[in-house]
């Protein structure tokens, strides 16, 4: 899906703001959880976009997922994830890194990590918790055709639709969880 364009989830949005969409993980607009039944409430939103997502483009019965993680450093080795992120999705191994720094003689190396997971992978729900609670940023998850993108983050989540159609779809589908903030 995203050609040349580094797997940062601002990066693909600004490159793909056609098909994007951003979503909120709590009515109102609430940014984080208080209680365990909000917490739910945000596991219940992600999983229902992402098997939506999955019964547009994925075969009859396939769930699976790739998740992206990331840690970030100053050089361009990588290095080691948070624990949280690295027990959340332990198989993950280290795919590309990019130099996303915008001024000279500044180096700002995000490292990515990929791992497969599905849907209802216990896994995965404590990563989009992890997420939802601003444990970590960076995540990433795509089907297997990477068609399509999901990128949570504290508050909502974005998706890069595989396009237009796809997108006003999904919007239809989900209306009233939309974000006011695009």
Not at 119 to 125: I, T, Y
Not at 132 to 144: E, F, K, N, P, Y
Not at 146 to 156: N, R, S, T
Not at 159 to 174: F, K
Request: charged residues 25%; negative net charge; hydrophobic residues 40%.
């Amino acid at each position: 899906m995203w050609g040349t364009c580094p797997p940062a989830a601002p990066r693909l949005h600004a490159r793909f703001r056609q098909q994007s969409l951003r979503f909120d993980s709590l009515p109102e607009s609430k940014r984080y959880a208080d209680t365990d039944a909000e917490r739910a409430e945000i596991l219940r939103r992600r999983h229902v976009l992402l098997e939506a997502l999955l019964n547009d483009t994925a075969l009859p019965g396939d769930d699976a997922l790739f998740a992206v993680t990331c840690s970030w450093s100053g050089t361009s080795q990588p290095t080691a994830r948070d624990g949280m992120v690295a027990r959340a999705v332990p198989a993950a191994v280290h795919w590309r890194s990019d130099d996303l720094a915008t001024q000279p003689g500044y180096h700002s190396w995000h490292h990515y990590f990929v791992a497969r997971t599905t849907v209802d992978d216990p896994a995965l729900g404590q990563l989009l918790l992890l997420v939802a609670s601003d444990g970590t940023d960076g995540v990433l998850l795509a089907d297997r055709t990477l068609d399509w993108l999901y990128h949570p983050f504290d508050g909502g989540a974005r998706v890069i639709a595989g396009s237009t159609d796809a997108r006003d779809g999904l919007a239809a589908e989900y209306n009233a969880w939309l974000s006011p903030e695009r």
